[in-house]
């Protein structure tokens, strides 16, 4: 039996920037990784998908050189082998990058394989037992696969199986159209595929507000891909020319036939094969490992971060769990997820970036707000790029004036929305934002105008879709 200080499972997003503080503070760790080192951004989510979709808006915008006055000799043509392999570098680099820093740090031993719990304080791995007073679940999650009739019956792809593709397949069909469905899509379209998106919900990335879900369906409509919502009894079959998928919308045929099909229907936490029960660590009904606000599962001595505990499902909410337990085992700072302002963006082109409530989170708390809304027509820096798809909409509290929430949808809309987020951090008001001279020529130079056009918000109606 191998005694440490910490066990660390799991090197994704939280992991080896805490295996790096532990040892730093003298500890003797063990981390544990039973497959890529990174997890999932680094090899099958964040950093694979944006660098995809980095050549896909190459492609797209090789397609409109003529708008911009320059001439191509002949088409732009998507060499599928060679976007992969420029994911596959990338992504690549990342991961050895992170293997080294593990296999690098000293007083750190790094197994690999599965981790699995033996009682509160032990772990097996391989024919290994190792055992800590600290043991740090960093385990992530996987795509959710749900028993759609005939599913079995058909090959299908998830955004793991994607990240082995080097072709252009003829008709992908998407089954999800929130955050991951809504990236692959618009990137196989500019690759050349044709692309149907089949949602279940009556409106894209359902936990949007409608204006936006309406903003996204048109971009992605622009670009001719099909999207079919309200899709009842989904089931799949073998097709002659690949697979054709059953669904019962409102509108539109009950059959979608495609040459390749992809799952993009959320994800599961990695909890069920770790033996949580032998340590008497509390899940939710989801599978998700119930923890305070430091991180702290219901058994001492045992935390979880990352996507593992559901209180976040992003790269940067599982990294600022690891800054958060940090603080509170080393700093003596009390950080708390409490504290977490809601951000994330949704990476089609141009990007939504989001930050706090959206409007229909606003509009259920019934208190007087004021909202400020601008269409990227009327961004100067939208129009000269020629990319004026999109709006801005700010939501502030007509008491105090916080600001309560934002979506830029719109070129650059991933990086200004942190212009509010940062206000919103610093708990200042809008006039402070108001008052900032910004940059010219940018889209954020637009934010203290808006600030000056705020205006109440009628609580019984949604904003109109689009600007
Ligand atoms: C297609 C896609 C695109 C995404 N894009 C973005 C984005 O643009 N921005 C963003 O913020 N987020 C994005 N995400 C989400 C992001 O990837 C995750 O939120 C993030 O990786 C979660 O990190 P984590 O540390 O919780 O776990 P993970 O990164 O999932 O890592 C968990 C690690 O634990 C290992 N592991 C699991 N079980 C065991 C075990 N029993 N024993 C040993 N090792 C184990 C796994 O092999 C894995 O390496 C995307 C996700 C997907 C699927």
Known sequence: ??????????????????????????????????????????NTGCVPTKTLIASAYVAKTARRAADFGVRLQGEAIVDMKAVKARKDAISGRSRTGV?????????????????????????????????????FINVGGRASVPPFPGLAEV?????????????????????GGSYVGLEFAQMYRRFGSAVTVVEMQPQLIAREDEDVAAAVGKILEQEGIDIRLNAKCI?????????????????????????HLLLAVGRRPNTDDLGLDKAGVRIDERGYIEVDDQLRTNVPGIWALGDC????????????????????????????????????????????????MTERQVRERKEPTLIAKRPMTKVGRAVEKGETEGFI?????????????????????????????????????????QRAMHIHPTVSELLPTMMGELKPLALTEMSAAGP
């Open 1 to 42: 039996m191998d005694k440490f200080d910490a066990i660390i499972i799991g090197t994704g997003q939280a992991g080896p920037s805490l295996a790096a503080r532990l040892v730093d503070a003298g500890m003797k760790i063990a981390v544990i990784e039973r497959k890529l080192f990174g997890g999932t951004c680094v």
């Open 99 to 135: 293997e080294q820093w593990m296999k690098g740090l000293k007083s750190c031993t790094v197994y690999q394989g599965h981790a699995q719990f033996l009682s509160p304080g032990e772990i097996v791995v391989g024919n290994e037992v190792l055992t800590a007073e600290k043991i």
């Open 155 to 175: 090959e299908y792809l998830t955004n793991s199986s994607m990240m082995d593709v080097d072709l252009l397949p003829e008709h992908l069909v998407i089954i």
């Open 235 to 259: 089931t799949a079959a073998r097709h002659d020319t690949g697979i054709s998928v059953t669904v019962e919308c409102a509108e539109g045929p009950p059959q979608v036939t495609g040459s």
């Open 309 to 356: 505990n559901g209180k976040g499902a992003f790269t940067h909410t599982a990294y600022n769990d690891f800054e958060i337990v940090a603080a509170n085992l080393f700093d003596n700072d009390r950080r708390s997820i409490a504290d977490r302002v809601t951000a994330y963006a949704l990476y089609i082109d141009p990007p939504l970036g989001r930050a706090g």
């Open 393 to 433: 909409k700010i939501l502030v509290h007509a008491g105090d004036g916080r600001l309560l929430g934002a979506s830029v949808l719109g070129i650059g809309g991933d990086e200004v929305i942190h212009c509010i987020l940062d206000l919103m951090y610093a708990g200042a008001p809008y006039t402070v934002l």
